[in-house]
T-cell receptor, first 119, second 114 residues
Framework: EPEVTQTPSHQVTQMGQEVILRCVPI?????FYWYRQILGQKVEFLVS????????KSEIFDDQFSVERPDGSNFTLKIRSTKLEDSAMYFC?????????????????FGAGSRLTVL | KQEVTQIPAALSVPEGENLVLNCSFT??????LQWFRQDPGKGLTSLLL?????REQTSGRLNASLDKSSGRSTLYIAASQPGDSATYLC?????????????FGKGTKLSVKP
């Protein structure tokens, strides 16, 4: 069964450092997402990406965050200057183009996550 | 603003028991609702997606219902097994957002004891 793969599984960094989290979405999927989950809290939407541009972003996704699809297969999340409160599990997800699956339904397939620890 | 609440926060049952997990949402103008499973240290696995036009959806021992008018969804697990132990999350689309902008509940942590 196709999978969304994420690397690294765990990254420890110092506050103020730049971090890049990588994701390989399912090959025929066209929509890509990043979510995060701070320990003990809800899964939160960060950003959606389609056709090489951000289609929607949340309030969390400030100027410290950026996303990119550099080579047609990888989808990356960059945090420019990490803060302690960026410590979380970051999930990448992908989905087929809306309209498939009936009535615009759009099942998201999530990766296993990248745990980011900022010291 | 869409808010999703799940009760109970945790549930422990003996193997073989049927159980119901509850999810409520504040904005009933949704076009679907999804149930996910999260295992420790793992990602989210989509279990069921219910369209707004549907009242329920079934997959194996799982049955999810949706009542938009009351802002509620339930996940019914029949004949529970120890392998069902996980956290179950429901998610509804953010009002006015894209289809991938999901608002998650905090989840119900299920423990099925042999």
């Amino acid at each position: 069964e196709p999978e969304v793969t994420q690397t690294p599984s765990h990254q420890v960094t110092q506050m103020g450092q730049e971090v890049i989290l990588r994701c390989v979405p399912i090959s025929n999927h066209l929509y890509f997402y990043w979510y995060r989950q701070i320990l003990g809290q809800k899964v939160e939407f960060l950003v959606s990406f389609y056709n090489n541009e951000i289609s929607e972003k949340s309030e969390i996704f400030d100027d410290q965050f950026s996303v990119e699809r550099p080579d047609g297969s990888n989808f990356t999340l960059k945090i420019r200057s990490t803060k302690l409160e960026d410590s979380a599990m970051y999930f990448c997800a992908s989905s087929v183009q809306p309209g498939q699956g009936g009535s615009g339904a759009n099942v998201l397939t999530f990766g296993a996550g990248s745990r980011l620890t900022v010291l | 603003k869409q808010e999703v609440t799940q009760i109970p926060a945790a549930l422990s049952v003996p193997e073989g028991e049927n159980l119901v997990l509850n999810c409520s949402f504040t904005d009933s103008a949704i076009y679907n609702l999804q149930w996910f499973r999260q295992d420790p240290g793992k990602g989210l696995t989509s279990l069921l997606l219910i369209q707004s036009s549907q009242r329920e959806q079934t997959s194996g021992r799982l049955n999810a219902s949706l009542d938009k008018s009351s802002g509620r969804s339930t996940l019914y697990i029949a004949a529970s097994q120890p392998g069902d132990s996980a956290t179950y999350l429901c998610a509804a689309p953010h009002y006015g957002g894209s289809q991938g902008n999901l608002i998650f509940g905090k989840g119900t942590k299920l423990s099925v004891k042999p």
